[in-house]
């Protein structure tokens, strides 16, 4: 049986605006390869990449995988 967990509209909406900027960014091949465009988008999106990691997606992990995570 597949696990599921619920998601509050809220963060499935930040999680989408974020993609959506990462996509925009690297769908271009020579967006990879300037550097100071890449550093730009890291100084502008990390925040939103925090939150994405570190309250999001960690949050919806069941509690067993994310001791699996602690410990590796």
Known sequence: MKSTVEVPVENV??????MEK????FHQPR???????IARFADENYPSIH???YEILWNLLP???R???ENA
Request: aromatic share 8%.
């Open 63 to 65: 509690e067993e995988d």
């Open 51 to 53: 939150k994405a990691y």
């Open 13 to 18: 909406r930040d999680l989408f605006q974020l």
């Open 22 to 25: 990462m996509n925009d960014l």
């Open 67 to 69: 001791k699996t995570i």
């Open 31 to 37: 967006n990879l390869k300037d550097g100071k465009r």
